[in-house]
């Protein structure tokens, strides 16, 4: 049965307006020191201080801070905080599968919007799925994110909080290794990071950007461009200028092998057809066997899913190192779609198969807290506190 954990710590609890060092760099770092005094000649050493204590030891205060002196360390505490986001739920599905829903700091117009994102464990990895927007600019029919319309772009630092929190959560830091010493058996619980989550990354370039070199820095968060994963519905001018300068692996969210069914289900794609979407694809920078592009495919009832599709698909991908996501399609309240039996699946991925195409069915995970793909939708818009309390206690 589901659980959700109401009983959070304080440290969580975000409503201060001292501005946050998370998401800096450590340039950035640099310049916010010499607001608080710190002399030019010792500023890049403390930036490198400041850097190693939150990226790599993942402190929440400047107090933990310990070659840092007392004086330096209570001008940070007064000027600027380390906070993360706060909890509002936090909910642990029957399959392991954990969803935050997160309620963000004041915006320049004081509101606190909130997003969601999701921990996956494996036995031999650790997913956790971010969000880049609150919201979605785009509207696809199949997705209930796309339900709720673009309300902002999330910064750098919410974007990296995420990743932050959820380490917190799970105890995933280097010093958090005698309180969970059973990590999966690639040694960390959180060893992959895919931006499919509330959003369209590429309308947020420069913070996902920003983000994202944060996360893979050997010497802070140290995740590999590898073990990273940016989901696009297929921004097109947005793409090789992301293999340019982010460099992380590719998802396509395809969905449909014709233009009258992917704008159905994917209305960018009347902006930036099919034809165009796998050129992109084609010339993204370090394409290859080793640097794989994922395509992810919802199996919708027919709707996509017949044998043609399955043939299409495998014309559509020639030339591209490819691999398929086959995604059962996730339920949600009031979705005109149901999920295509799994014979029919197992028939598509036999196509794809056959053709050299890596095409692994998805297992749904987190469906019973509306955690998996396709389901993340700020709380905000579909619990307002009487029901809230409802779920709470459906939940206990």
Same mark, same amino acid.
């Given at each position: 049965m589901? &659980? ?8 969580y ?10 998401g800096?760099s ?5 310049d916010m ?12 050493m ?5 850097w190693?204590?939150?990226y ?5 205060s ?8 007392k004086d *330096?360390?209570a001008k940070l ?12 739920t ?8 954990r ?8 915006d320049e117009?004081?509101?606190?919007h909130e ?5 996956? #464990?494996?036995?031999?990895?650790g997913t ?5 927007? $609150?919201?979605c600019t ?7 994110t796309?339900?709720?319309?673009? /309300?902002?772009?999330? &910064?750098a630092?919410?974007? /990296?909080?995420q990743?932050?929190l959820?380490r917190?959560r ?6 958090d290794?005698?309180a969970n ?11 992959? /990071?895919?931006l499919?989550?509330m959003?369209e990354? *590429?309308y947020?370039?420069d913070?996902?950007?920003e983000?994202?070199?944060i996360?893979?820095?050997g010497?802070?968060?140290s995740?590999?461009?590898r ?5 696009t ?6 793409i090789?200028?992301?293999g340019?300068?982010i460099? &992380?692996?590719l998802?396509i969210s395809?969905?449909?092998t014709?233009d ?6 994917? #209305?960018?794609?009347k902006?930036y #057809?099919i034809?165009e ?10 394409v290859?066997?080793?640097r794989?592009?994922?395509?992810e495919y ?10 043609a599709?399955?043939?299409?698909? $495998?014309?559509l991908l020639e030339g ?5 996501n086959?995604?059962?399609f996730?339920?949600? #309240? ?8 799994w ?7 036999e196509?794809?198969?056959r ?15 509306m955690?998996?793909?396709g389901? *993340?939708?700020s709380?905000?818009?579909?619990l ?8 709470q206690?459906?939940?206990?």
């Open positions: 589901a &659980t959700l954990i109401s009983s959070l710590p304080e440290r609890i975000q409503n201060d307006t001292r501005p946050s060092l998370v800096l450590r340039e950035a770092l640099a020191l010499g607001r608080i005094g710190v002399p030019e000649k010792q500023r890049r403390r930036a490198n201080q400041l190693h204590w939150i790599h030891k993942g402190v929440t400047f107090a933990a801070m310990s070659n840092v002196s *330096l360390r505490d007064e000027a600027f905080q380390i906070a993360r986001p706060e909890i509002v936090e909910q642990q599905s029957n399959d392991g599968t969803k935050w829903l997160l309620r963000l700091a004041p117009r004081g509101q606190r997003i969601e994102c999701v921990y996956i #464990p494996e036995e031999d990895r956790l799925c971010i969000s880049s927007q $609150v919201g785009l509207t696809c029919t199949f997705c209930h796309g339900t709720q319309t673009l /309300v902002r772009n999330l &910064t630092e919410e974007i /990296v909080g990743l932050m959820a917190d799970i105890k995933d830091w280097p010093d290794l005698a010493p059973q990590p999966p058996s690639s040694g960390r619980y959180i060893t992959n /990071v895919v499919m989550g959003g990354p *590429l947020n370039f913070h996902v950007k983000a994202m070199e996360a893979s820095d010497e802070g968060l995740l590999s461009k073990r990273i994963t940016l989901s519905s297929g921004v097109v001018p947005e090789g200028r992301a340019d300068e460099g &992380t692996m998802a395809l969905h449909g014709t009258e069914i992917r704008n159905k289900l994917v #209305p960018l794609n902006k #057809p034809a979407l796998l050129d992109a694809c084609r010339n993204y920078p370090g290859s066997n080793a794989r592009i994922t395509f919802v199996m919708l009832k027919d709707v996509n899913d017949s044998l599709d399955a043939k299409r698909l $495998v014309k591209i190192p490819a691999k398929v086959l995604i059962p996730n339920p949600w #309240p009031g979705t005109q779609y149901e999920c295509s039996d014979e029919t699946i197992e028939a598509f991925a196509v794809l198969n053709a050299g195409y890596a095409s692994p069915v998805r297992t749904p995970r987190g469906r019973d807290i955690a998996a793909c389901q *993340l939708k709380e905000s818009q579909r307002r506190a009487k029901e809230r309390a409802a779920a206690a459906s939940l206990a």
